[in-house]
């Protein structure tokens, strides 16, 4: 999603709670305070029971790693790694078979959405919430933001997961930190939902590559090619993965949200992409990656439009054949393009034929119109015979702090969009 997301900032601080320390917060059927007393957290127990717990020590919790500027490695003080994963072995992990993918031993078209905002939430039980609608939903995959990155340490009940500042690099592994995308991962585990962690931001939402840029110098568009920053880069990639080795809950690991590199050779993110994508198969061999771009860069099916030139550094045909990416991601938002929304099912028709000539699956990743059903509908519908899976921005709930996020895209449970986009859309899935 391009920049235009909106930020609850109310979302990243713990509400007032009666609910008394050790107690219980949260739950199936569970009517009661779902929200915990200062220094507290709820913490997710089973299905049916989460309880307050107290929190440990934010400052004691987080990693502080110093990078090496002269060399593309880093050296690092570390403690373990913030959250502990459920064993899988390698056959049970996401899969792809041909053009199509296969999730939980079931090979077919899924469904799915994007809910960038669900690792910065502080209540575990609207976590919980969240997954337990996507599952009623029969939504399978779910992309979260696995970035959080600042460059100057935010106020007391911030949530945020990495500081880029004096040129060092502090990972926070605390509550307040990778611990609420631990208990996303845990949620998913327990909902049987499957995740696209990314691990970095084009835009500046969420500290993005401009983050970096701001630590380690530089510009964005050098930000590919910069050691320093690649090497704390990889060094964040590796503690995130770490947590979550062998998990049930992981779909794909994913390079970065919508990779540009305006006016680039091509080169810069076909290198970048392949250097990145085999430094995370040496981490976790058996994983899915995929790089998380736009499609842009195609002549497959091309009209010259910009969507399918090069000017932004990618060309998807190219780094679809990277060995280590298994799959190929699409976006689509025609009137950012300064496209009609009929033109996006051309769009799906000429990576669908990309990814069939390169032998793996398409993932319409993101996809979004303010006509909503009337536009939306038949992208899915066209979708369903050219890629292999889709994920419409962004998912809407109803929170113990409001409304999620709301951007002009958003399809909230329960609504008449919500029917046709997603209660229609899995029936037909289910029914062919």
Known sequence: MKSSIIVISSLAHFAVSQTADWGQCGGTNWSGDTTCNAGWYCSYQNQWYSQCVPQSSPSSSATTLSTV?????????????????????????????????????????????NSYWLPFLTNNADVDLVMGHLQQSGLKVLRVWGFNDVNSMPSSGTVWFQLLSNGQQTINTGPDGLQRLDYVVKSAEAHGIKLIINFVNNWNDYG????????????????????AAQAAYKTYIKTVIS???????????????????????????????????????????????????????????????????????????????????????????????????????????????????????????????????????PWQST?????????????????????????????????????????DHVSAINSS
């Open 243 to 377: 947590s979550y080795i062998g998990s049930s809950a992981i779909f794909a690991w994913e390079l970065a949200n919508e990779p540009r590199c305006n006016g680039c050779s091509t080169d810069i993110i076909y290198n970048w992409a392949q250097s990145t994508s085999q430094y995370i198969k040496s981490l976790e061999p058996n994983r899915m990656v995929c790089i998380g771009d736009e499609g842009m860069g195609l002549k497959v099916g091309s009209d010259g439009s910009y969507p399918f030139g090069y000017s932004e550094g990618n060309d998807f045909e190219r780094t679809l054949t990277i060995p280590t990416i298994d799959l190929g991601t699409i976006h689509l938002y025609p009137s950012q393009w300064s496209e009609t929304d009929s033109w996006g099912s051309s769009w799906l028709t000429a990576h669908g034929q990309a990814c069939k000539n390169a032998g793996k699956p398409c993932l319409l990743e993101e996809y979004g119109s303010t006509s909503h059903c009337r536009s939306e509908a």
């Open 69 to 113: 500027i002269s060399s593309s490695t880093s050296s690092i003080s570390t403690t373990s790694p913030a959250g502990s994963s459920s064993s899988g072995s390698a056959s049970s992990f996401p899969s792809t078979s041909g053009t199509q993918f296969v999730i939980d031993g079931k090979k077919g078209y899924f469904a799915g959405t």
């Open 208 to 227: 993005g590559m401009n983050a970096y840029v701001k630590n380690y110098g530089g510009n964005q568009t050098g930000w590919y090619t910069n050691d």
């Open 383 to 423: 979708a369903v015979s050219s890629v292999g899976a889709d994920l419409f921005w962004q998912w809407g709930d109803a929170l113990s702090t409001g409304q999620s996020p709301n951007d002009e895209y958003s399809i909230f449970y329960g609504s008449s969009d919500y029917t046709c986009l997603v209660t």
